[in-house]
């Protein structure tokens, strides 16, 4: 099962290594160029890189999980289904957007009320899911203690703002280069850890569901890394909606089939924080009639503006999410 | 033991914060800026960055260990004093060529000889320590397989050898901005992670020792991780040698005390082959009577003339270090 998940890394890496330069050339040749918005800090350099490069992690993502998975073994297909589908549908309505924007060249891209109803239908869908599998149940467990925590019918409202609040903070995330796609390589590659902590520790119990989603988040750290080639600053690539979409679906879907949501807290904390410090900025706009908290929001732009260097701010949110991983790989053990 | 590891993770990463500022100031006052060779490319506008930064590491790894180490369990020191020792006495032989570098401006530093007599000395009585050691032996694992390849009395020799290898790879990988910091930060991830592993997996079998080398590793990461908030492009400080040699002493130490130095090829690659592609150059030079391999060498350099940027080449090599990390995290999952 070891070997399936780095089976997975190696194929995911390879996949996006392999497609990324074609795909850049294609998506440059159909004028896939992103429009920067004036906002962002001094972005307007990066006019003309094409966009929806998370078209190449998905590519790697869904080798490297169809060949790597444990089908053979009892329930193989159980998580892989929902895992695809989760992030494949969330990216679904990132690329929408993106290919409105960019093809259709109509800066709005999808209507707010269109895509928040693609997201409320795959989320909602989802926590049924897990509501009703057997494997996953409404009970979320509580990091470090050992201790369960039965949410019952609510498990599906709730989950479902959470499934929402994480694929929008991970595409908030998405603004810097080789921002997001640092972060998920990271935090992914502490979900595969978490599973061969339960592997190791449990022995056969649950093993080919345990594996899938090991399988899973090794693909994503793979894929991460291999997009990261084109990625890291100066980008020749962005993911765009459709791959931050992707990262953070797939995302939320492996910490609710682990029943872990709490230690998105950790390992997905600067995702979150992305969401948080934009509310905050929102809030206290709306409270103080004008002023703001940060220089702008999400936080990242806030370093920015204050003299920060894209590969600084990476560098710095690298830093924070390996310490809080380690954090979240210790919690497991803790309690095993 | 999992709180006392990420204890030590917090500590150290605290103390590197918090004493970077002061230590900057502290090492300018004194003149300390190295002087930059001619031989690197374009680097000399760092001509003045104060070296020896290698400190803040040292205390954070210092105070995270010995405030976190499970003391009053059964063989607390056994680990704990050959780790510090190690890592520390490497670090007193990059020190002193630093000292006589940046304070005594005698750009020679030390003599080869007295470099290497130093390193001679502490690699040859780790091993005979650990040759001796109920606790580790003459036998090493053989990664994925489970099995052991006891070296007998060999292992002094092949092991001093090591110890001096792996201290001078990380020596030659510390040449860019914030390169040899990530590396270390990944690769000191990796070994805590195996140590919690081995705790999950055995229980209490020797978890006193297990837990000093987790501590021990992830005050690494820590220290690794503050020291990169000022290290990172573009750099206020360097490590010098004396940090190299302080990460390389502790990551050759932790990987024998575990007997899994085979995993060194796999989280502390990417320093072997700055060491390798450095020997290649040398003997090709030799052989051809003026012919090279790369560019220039270590490898780091070579991609900085084919045009790469200081952070393209750290996020690469943090990239190949992430994912032969996992790979020997699998590993030792694979035979527990």
């Known amino acids: 099962m070891f070997y399936r998940m780095i089976g997975a890394a190696l194929i995911a890496l ?30 307007q350099q990066k006019q003309g890189t094409p966009v929806m490069g998370g078209l ?3 590519a790697g993502m869904l080798a490297a999980s169809l060949i ?3 089908i053979p073994w009892a329930g193989g297909w159980d ?18 957007d993106d290919y409105i924007k960019a093809v259709k060249k109509r800066h709005e891209g999808l209507k707010p009320l269109q895509k928040i109803a693609g997201q409320v239908i795959v989320a909602l869908g989802f ?14 467990q509580i990091p470090f203690t ?47 850890i978490i599973c061969m902590i339960l592997l190791v520790s449990s022995g056969a119990v649950d093993a080919g569901d345990t594996t899938t989603i090991g399988v899973f988040a090794m693909s994503m750290t793979g894929a991460c890394i291999g997009y990261l080639r084109f990625n ?16 953070g679906g797939g995302t939320v879907a492996m910490a609710m089939l682990l029943r872990q949501p709490f230690l998105l807290l950790l390992s997905f904390f600067t995702p979150i924080m992305s969401s948080v410090s934009v509310i905050m ?16 929001s999400p936080i990242h732009h806030h370093f920015e503006k204050k003299g920060y260097s894209e590969t600084q701010i990476v560098s710095m949110y690298a830093g924070i999410t390996l310490i809080l991983s380690l954090i979240a790989v210790a919690a497991v053990c803790a309690v095993q």
């Open 14 to 43: 390879a996949v996006a290594l392999l497609l990324g330069p074609g795909l850049i050339r294609y998506l440059k040749k159909l004028h896939f160029g992103q429009t920067i918005y004036e906002l962002g800090p001094s972005h």
């Open 56 to 58: 190449m992690m998905a």
């Open 68 to 70: 790597c998975h444990p």
């Open 79 to 96: 998580f892989l289904i929902p895992l695809l589908a989760v992030s494949f549908l969330s990216m679904a309505v990132g690329f929408a």
């Open 127 to 140: 926590s049924v899911y897990c509501y009703l599998s057997p494997k996953v149940g409404s009970s979320i």
């Open 146 to 192: 050992g201790l369960e925590w039965d949410l019952g019918v609510f498990y599906i409202p709730l989950m479902t703002l959470l499934v929402i609040f994480i694929v929008n903070s991970s595409n908030l995330q998405d603004g810097l280069d080789g921002l997001l796609s640092t972060v998920a390589s990271i935090s992914s590659a502490s979900w595969a």
């Open 232 to 247: 890291r600053y100066p980008a020749k690539i962005f993911m765009g909606d459709t791959g931050s979409m992707l990262l």
């Open 281 to 296: 900025q929102r809030y206290y706009f709306k409270l103080t009639h004008g002023k703001r908290i940060f220089l702008m």
